[in-house]
């Protein structure tokens, strides 16, 4: 059996696949500097956020910043007191990174999805018809969105003051008169605590004859704690007892008369409504700024205009779905 033809055949083989490798890698004669590389200045920027102009190594396939510490200075500024952030950053921004510049707005002809990408930790959008580099961090890096206080709170200029209203109505003809007074007061004593008087005169004429009634449905101190509960002594009629002020909603079925003593309950004044009526919210990443449209199912139930970077939707009672 003759076995010499295979060892030639195996050579060719192995010197047909080197000959192709290198004529896959040839760089055309006057381009040899570009495939080197080159050293220049790109605008950074991070969910349309600008970080500044930073020095950059370009070349064919990969982009490395030659200032890794001062991009990751200019992205501590947004988020600061953020440790794992800045360990990740000066770790990751010193590597080379993947151009990635198909994905860019500019060369893919504004395709949904462009100018954005998602990474575990830090990677790049090199947009070369614009000389700019898009910088992405994951989300496990960036602070959560802090919860938004469900209570208001006292501005710091606050004083203690005293607050009356009046409504005054009069009516008359030649026989006869008649006129009413309403009124309403309170007088701030403490920072969460305060006196009430609530009052009401009525007077009649009729010829010679005349009569006036003065009443006073409420006249007592209240004191809120934590914002939660209230502490209420004095003379008290059941006209505020069914609203957001005291927080009883259960007690509509019964006639209450004109107390005289102390209440104590919960009281709902404290809330912030805008704040406590939120639905879940929805996260999205803009790299431009965008319109984004709110749909239920095919029905458009709002159109919001945003910035660039991370945005947060709040879906209230509404299903929705947005696209931009």
């Known amino acids: 059996m003759n076995m010499r033809p295979l060892p030639v055949f195996f050579l060719f083989f192995a010197y047909s696949a080197s000959c192709t490798l290198h004529a896959s890698m040839r760089i055309p004669q006057g381009f040899e500097e570009l495939a080197r590389g ?27 910043f030659l200032q890794p510490d001062a ?9 600061p007191d953020n440790p794992d952030l800045n360990a990740m950053l000066h770790k990751e921004l010193k590597k080379s990174f993947n151009r990635n510049s198909k994905l860019s707005c500019s060369s893919s002809g504004d395709t949904p999805g462009c100018d954005f990408l998602k990474t575990d930790t830090a990677d790049i959008i090199y947009d070369e018809n614009n000389a700019r580099t898009i910088l992405f961090i994951s989300n496990h890096y960036l602070p959560e969105k802090k ?48 006196l009430n008087v609530d009052w009401n005169w009525q007077g009649q004429r009729s010829g010679k004859e005349s009569t006036h009634d003065t009443a006073i449905n ?107």
């Open 38 to 64: 080159q050293t220049v200045l790109t605008d950074v920027y991070l969910y349309g956020q600008p970080l500044g102009v930073f020095q950059t190594h370009v070349d064919l396939e990969n982009i490395q």
């Open 71 to 79: 991009v990751a200075s200019a992205i501590n500024k947004i988020y």
């Open 147 to 194: 919860q938004k206080n469900i209570y208001y709170v006292s501005s710091v200029e606050s004083r203690n003051a005293f607050i009356h209203q009046q409504n005054i109505n009069f009516v008359t003809d030649r026989h006869y008169q008649s006129a009413s007074v309403q009124g309403n007061g309170s007088l701030g004593i403490t920072d969460n605590g305060y």
């Open 218 to 324: 409420n006249a007592y101190f209240r004191q809120d704690f934590l914002k939660r509960f209230y502490v209420q002594a004095g003379v008290m009629d059941s006209q505020d007892i069914l609203v957001t002020a005291v927080g009883i909603s259960t007690l509509a079925s019964y006639r209450w008369g004109k107390m005289r003593g102390i209440r104590v309950g919960s009281t709902l004044a404290w809330v912030n409504m805008d704040n406590v009526s939120s639905g879940t919210p929805v996260n999205i990443f803009l790299s431009r700024e965008a319109r984004v449209d709110a749909y239920r199912d095919r029905q458009l139930l709002a159109s919001f205009y945003l910035k660039s970077g991370p945005q947060e939707l709040d879906t209230r009672s509404s299903r929705w779905a947005a696209t931009h």
